[in-house]
């Protein structure tokens, strides 16, 4: 059975009875399949129903969910001879994001993003994607690897914030977000990111100052989660919720504001309900963004890249 979400309570009894049904038939017993067949289509529809009115919460909660495909789904489906580069030549190693060498789609690029983990033992792994400045170092030395090389850059953005641990402060964290960013903004090759689950933070835009950037429809993407926004505000967790509304994290709230460029829609149900097809229609929009700034100079997409952002600042001002 499928990790089902706290409003999804309705449509887990219906599934839950359609599993039980099934079992009953692969025993020999009679008239299950009719049955099965008429709650399939009650579950269906009340699918629909539930997620043609998700709240920016819900909307949240469905992007961390365990089951969404996350960085190596990605490069498994979408790179071909992906060799993955390895470590901040200063310090460490960083699982929490991890990137390389390979050919999307007839074409060479470097790939790089956070990496949550699949199960308990890979989560604690990669630090449930939240990255020490070795991670955001190592970002820096493989963009600029792929700049040297003239290799378009495509990340993926998923992580719920930078580590806030004091050994991560101690190395200088802020500094290395901000270089990461920096970097970003600096390097003279196409450069597109897609936010595919959680943008949280520094953590994400240090890896998302791009040329493009698409979100998935029920992606996230804020300057903070909904529950540390509710503590600072008021200061009570259970208030996360108006947070989260208030943030305008969602990817249509996003679009309208000019901070993301395109929204790749989801099945109905979540990208966790359909990955591969999820996959394959991120895949399908970074195919068509690269080979659309294949066509300019360094200098246009570098420039490019900081008036989309200088701009932003404008709007927000506005």
Known sequence: MPTFLDFEKPIAEIEGKIEELRHRGEKGEAGSAEEMVRLQQRADKLLRQTYAKLTAWQKTLVARHPD??????????LIRDFVPLSGDRTFANDLAILGGIGRFRGRAVMIVGHEKGADTASRLRHNFAMARPEGYRKVQRLMAMADHFRLPVVTLVDTPGAYPGVDAEA??????????????????????AAVIGEGGSGGAIALAAANHIVML????YSVISPEGCASILWRAANQAQAAAEALKLTAADLRELGVIDAIVGEPVG??????????????????????????????SLRAGRRRKFLDMGKKALA
């Open 217 to 220: 429809e029920y992606a996230v």
């Open 270 to 299: 979540g990208a966790h309900r359909g990955p591969q097809e999820t996959i394959a229609a991120i895949g399908d929009h970074i195919e068509k963004t690269l080979a659309d700034l294949a066509k300019l100079d360094g200098d």
């Open 68 to 77: 969404r495909p996350h960085f190596t789904d990605y490069v498994r489906a």
């Open 171 to 192: 190395r200088g964290q802020a500094q290395a977000i901000a270089r990461c960013i920096e970097t970003c903004l600096d390097i003279r090759v196409p450069l597109v």
